[in-house]
């Protein structure tokens, strides 16, 4: 065994010595037999013919001795990957497109596959994360909502499925003190939240179960990056104070670097959450998240978790009545990850089919040329070759081919994975996503089986056993007609068929952003900026002072040049309603203990109507009878008062807010017209307090300047500015940014979606290319004899296009069924668009009939400047 | 050479090498000759055969190869018994005779 080994290094690497000296070998055996034939009385060249045939011929005897030798397959192998190399450079028309699709195919398969792997296969990035899961509360299948300071205290309390249980409150806060008041990501998070997640503070502890406590010391843990900027290095950072939303706050913690969100949070502080005792069950802002014990499967969670539902909810019953609330886990990953899914998968079918008829391009291409190669493949036998010998060799080929264009789609791939992450910025867990092993992997084995592909293909079709014929140079051998032929031209059709529905799903996708584009949004959008503003509590303690601020800062603001009007409102069009409320009303409650209506719930001045233009449908506007000592007022939008009242005024109805049972009832005062709040697709319901008797401390101004916004949005700071220099920054933006920015995720997939459904018809037209090229060369013949028989240039033109055509018409209708199937459950992804909208269906029709028309063109011109003479006599 | 010609059974081909070697070096002419002749012309080797099977022994250390001059001066590969060719001669030689033995042990029963 040692010395086989030993054998096959000899061989690999003294490849051309072994070579010669086998050669010499056979050579001086033949010398010596035709040597002793001539002694024993043969004539020479007779004496030469008998040593021949008693060896078997001197190339076939030297192959028999080299299949035996050690390292044979593999050097077989090689010179087969150098042959396909070389073949591959002397066709470079053939190569270049063949590697060109495949590198496109294989490239966007594996940019996709690494976003899925990133945001949907691999665990979280937290220890043992198949155990975290997070807790809603849920009432119906479909409505999932955060916990209640009741409900959280109750998990804490009550609960026994979780080893460990967290809560985080996320805002947005103002870090002051040191230079420019900053804008910061926050999420305060109750003691134990690190621990849960498996994700402790580098430096420093995390925090004490008695500092979750209310009134107590404010203690916060920071993201390494922002230690990074405020403090320097990490250890000087503890112990420091900084001053968030104007309380004083001390650093105990700095989390590792490169922790930038927990639980699908982003933060860049993480102060502790304090909570007292409630007074109400509502509001619903915490998320809560638990780690499993071990041997506790999510099921046995929920009869845990519902059983604690049971026995808290009826106890707050006056302030919140739902029957069917339930606290409900769900583990960590479905909720982060959530309805991305489908989104992602969809994208993922798109990819597969643009790679499945990227490989059945190039099959076609590879058919097309080995049907020249059949005299080669004939040569080769005569010479000794046996049929498994050309397979092996047709395969390292294909092989070489395949790998080629993966080792391209490879780096394809990486500029892809890059560009799209730039793309979907929104996508949940995008920082996980890079081009890791098992992309590479995935790259691979899709180039080596795409390889092998080719390589059999032209088994199936070209090599011939009658070698007479092949040798003979009939070019139009097995692979010009019959089956062959046949089965290229289903390829072909099956391209344009798999095209359809990508087009078609681009061209729906299209259409729906045109109409979120273009739907109103209940309000002219031009000329109108906004700036959202959160007046810190420490200057601002109360609702007076709020009122204050906001009531001078808009007299001031109205009375600028240039603006003509302004308003405030806790919530702003398109996409942001705020704050959402249930309500019962009072002359027709609902069921007790059924669910109460919800509807977004917004506090406004009436300058913020007047600012968007909105009518009055009916009633009254706010005004001075409004305000903290009067009885609470509303105005309700038109589709609520539809809705509620329908075919009656809501006007004077009056209505319970909150189930504060105990609280007087608001009445509604008027009706406006509606405004889109839950996004451009959502409906346009609301009700609005005026500020007069409610105040928040988050406001957005919302005004109609005249003229350029950029500086009507300097104005505006300018003036809040004025009025008190320690304000920290605005967020501003004009409403139509606001707008945009809402379609921007639509955008996004539609955008991916077109590009797949481009290169799929782009590909459709290369492959019909292909098909008819090879057609027009073969047929050259038939053409001559065509025109010899009195056809002319423009019939031979028609012939060609129209096979052509009867190929992209027969994908084309294939397509169409397969897509108006396929479609029917894009419908959640749609707005205002029937998954078998006409327009569309015939528009991509149309577009691919103008493709197919295109990849005739050149064929067809070719055919029409066929000389017959010289046709007729090639053959 | 007179009797019948017929090719050897298989598995005995690498038995009649190392036995036709183990005498004196040998060329591959010289192998084929030397085994129809200890075969008393029975076994013919064809070349097909017998070169794959030089070049495997040889791989497999029990044959050693040289080049050196023929009988009628031409040069040639001369391939001779290695000590662990001889070793290997000698298994199989027992190995022969004791399946022979095995075989006629058989026939013999009724």
């Not at chain 1, 020479?44 to 390292?71: N, S």
Request: with cysteine; charged share 20%; net charge neutral.
């Amino acid at each position: 065994m040692r010395s086989r080994v030993a054998a096959f290094f000899r061989n690999w690497f003294g490849r051309r010595a072994a070579e010669e000296s086998l050669d010499e070998e056979i050579r001086s055996c033949l010398e010596i037999l035709i040597v002793q034939k001539i002694a024993a009385g043969s004539d020479p060249q007779q004496a030469r013919r008998a040593a021949l045939i008693e060896l078997g011929g001197v190339e076939p005897l030297k192959e028999k001795v080299r299949e035996v030798k050690a390292g044979h397959v593999l050097a077989t192998f090689w010179r087969d990957v150098r042959f396909g190399l070389r073949a591959l450079r002397l066709n470079p028309g053939f190569s270049v497109v063949a590697i060109l699709t495949l590198a496109l195919g294989i490239g966007a398969n594996s940019a996709v596959f690494s976003v899925i792997n990133g945001v949907l296969l691999q665990p979280l990035p937290y220890p043992e994360s198949d155990r975290l899961v997070r807790i809603y509360q849920q009432n119906s299948p479909t409505n999932r909502f955060s916990l209640s300071v009741v409900d959280f205290q109750a998990l804490q309390e009550l609960q026994n499925s979780f080893e460990s249980v967290g809560g985080l409150a996320r805002s947005r806060g103002i870090v002051t003190g040191s230079g420019r008041p900053e804008w910061v990501r926050v999420a305060r998070v109750s003691p134990g939240f690190f621990e849960t997640m498996g994700v402790l503070p580098a430096v420093g502890r995390s925090f004490l179960d008695g500092e979750g406590a209310a009134g107590g010391e404010s203690v916060v843990v920071v993201s390494h990056s922002f230690s990074r900027n405020h403090f320097g290095e990490a250890a000087t950072a503890l112990g420091q104070t900084l001053t968030l939303d104007g309380t004083a706050s001390r650093v105990i913690g700095v989390m590792p670097p490169g922790v930038r969100e927990l639980a699908g949070v982003e933060a860049d502080l993480w102060p502790v959450l304090q909570l007292s005792t409630p007074a109400r069950r509502g509001p619903f802002f915490l998320l809560a998240i638990g780690r499993l014990r071990t041997g506790v499967s999510l099921d046995d969670c929920r009869l845990d978790l519902a059983d604690v539902s049971r026995r808290v909810f009826p106890i707050w019953e006056d302030t919140f009545q739902d029957e069917t609330a339930r606290l409900t886990p769900v583990s960590l990953r479905e909720a982060t990850v959530g309805d991305v899914g489908t989104a992602l998968l969809l994208v993922f079918a798109a990819v597969m089919l643009v790679l499945l008829i990227a490989v059945t391009n190039v099959v076609n291409l590879v058919l097309a040329r080995a049907s020249r190669r059949e005299r080669e493949m004939a040569l080769r036998s005569a010479l000794g070759a046996g049929k498994g010998r050309l397979a092996r060799q047709l395969v390292a080929e294909g092989v070489v081919l395949g790998g080629l264009g993966g080792l391209a789609g490879r780096l394809l791939a990486g500029a892809g994975v890059r560009a799209l992450v730039t793309l979907m910025g929104d996508l949940p867990r995008l920082q996980e996503v890079g081009l890791d092993l098992t992309v590479v992997g995935f790259t691979s084995l899709i180039a080596v089986m795409s390889g092998v592909c080719f390589g059999i293909a032209p088994l199936l079709f070209s090599v011939r056993s009658d070698l007479a014929t092949s040798l003979k140079g009939d070019d139009r051998g097995v692979s010009a007609g019959g089956s062959a032929q046949i089965f290229r031209n289903l390829l072909v059709a099956a391209e344009f068929a798999l095209a359809v529905p990508l087009l078609v799903a681009a061209g729906l996708l299209l259409t729906s952003l045109w109409n979120l584009q273009t739907v109103s949004p209940g309000f002219d959008a031009s000329n109108l900026v906004t700036a959202r503003l959160e007046l810190p509590s420490a200057s601002y303690p109360d609702d007076l002072s709020i009122q204050r601020f906001w009531n001078e800062a808009l007299r001031e603001i109205e009375g600028l040049p240039g603006v003509l009007d302004a308003g405030i409102s806790s919530g702003v069009p398109p996409d942001e309603p705020g704050v959402t409320n249930n309500f019962d009303l009072v002359d027709k409650p609902v069921e007790p203990g059924a669910r109460q209506p919800i509807a977004p719930w917004l506090i406004v001045t009436s300058g913020f109507f007047d600012a968007l233009g909105l009518p009055l449908v009916e009633g009254r506007w706010f005004d001075s009878r409004d305000h903290g000592e009067s009885s609470p007022v509303a105005i309700v939008s038109r589709s609520w008062a539809e809705h509620f009242y329908p075919g009656e005024s809501a006007v004077g109805r009056r209505l319970v807010s909150g189930g504060c049972t105990s609280c007087e009832p608001t009445t509604v005062v008027g009706v406006v017209g509606d405004l889109k709040l839950q996004g451009l697709d959502g409906g346009g319901q609301a009700v609005f307090i005026p500020f007069g008797q409610v105040a928040w401390r988050w406001m957005t101004l919302v005004a109609r300047v005249e003229g350029a916004s950029s500086s009507g949005i300097r104005l505006l700071i300018d003036k809040l500015q004025e009025q008190d220099p320690n304000l920290p920054l605005a967020q501003t933006a004009t409403m139509q940014e606001r707008l945009s920015a809402s379609v921007s995720k639509p955008r996004h997939w539609t955008l991916l979606l077109g590009l797949f459904a481009g290169v799929a018809a782009l590909l459709a037209a290369i492959g019909v290319f292909g098909v008819l090229s090879y057609f027009v060369s073969r047929q050259g013949r038939e053409m001559g004899i065509r025109m010899a028989l009195g056809a002319n240039r423009n019939d031979l033109v028609l012939l060609v296009v129209r096979r052509g055509m009867v190929l992209a018409v027969a994908g084309l209708l294939a397509g169409l069924a397969i897509s108006i199937y396929v479609t029917r459950w894009m419908q959640t992804l749609l707005f205002q668009v029937d998954p078998a909208d006409a327009v569309v269906l015939a528009g991509v029709c149309l577009l691919l009939l103008l493709v197919a028309l295109a990849g005739c063109y050149l064929p067809g011109r070719r055919a029409a400047l066929v000389d017959p003479r010289q046709a007729l006599m090639s053959e | 050479m007179a009797g019948r010609k017929t090719a050897t059974p298989p598995g005995t081909l690498d038995l009649l090498i190392l036995k036709a070697v183990s005498l004196e070096p040998l060329h591959g002419v010289g192998i084929a000759a030397r085994i129809g002749q200890i075969t008393a012309g029975t076994f013919q080797v064809s070349f097909g055969s017998l070169f794959p099977s030089l070049h495997q022994m040889e791989e497999r250390g029990w044959l050693a190869a040289e080049w050196g001059t023929s009988e009628n001066n031409r040069r040639a590969k001369f391939y001779r018994l290695t000590p662990a060719g001889t070793r290997r001669l000698k298994v199989e030689e027992e190995d022969w005779r004791r399946m022979v033995g095995v075989i006629d042990l058989a026939l013999r029963s009724s």
